[in-house]
């Protein structure tokens, strides 16, 4: 059975709505604050979940923070499944700082990506996420559903 890092930022996280999902009796949680190395992503809110993207915009590109988790191939499938691996998010990896293995990150696919939706001035304030005091987004509300 081969084992994956993940890394997750939304309502996968510990004690979030879908972390049920992630969590069974082969998952270990490896980092419970944990940041990618990569600060070039944008982060939006879909009500209940959120969703990242790369970004080239400077005013709004950050850092990602969200936990890691070490999972089995089952539960990554279980996982593709959930996010619509491919089609609503594509996972891929990325880097997460003092970590030597890359891990699975889910980003939103490029259709999903409207860059006039998300960075529209207009529109920017409600939508972007929380940002920490290392300049990173994050996610700290439940599903709403």
Known sequence: MNKHYVFVY???K???????VINDSSTELI???ATTVRSDFGMVSFGGFPG???????EISKHV???VFCVSDKTLDRLDMLESNGRFYIRELVSIKGMIEPCWMYVLAP???RR????????KAPRIMMVNNDSSYFWSKSCEW
């Open 14 to 20: 510990k004690n979030f709505c879908n972390h049920s």
């Open 10 to 12: 939304g309502s996968l």
């Open 52 to 58: 990242v993207y790369q970004t080239d915009n400077s």
């Open 111 to 113: 259709a999903r990506v």
């Open 31 to 33: 980092k419970f604050f």
């Open 65 to 67: 923070s969200g936990q």
């Open 116 to 123: 006039t939706d998300f960075e529209n001035e207009s529109r």
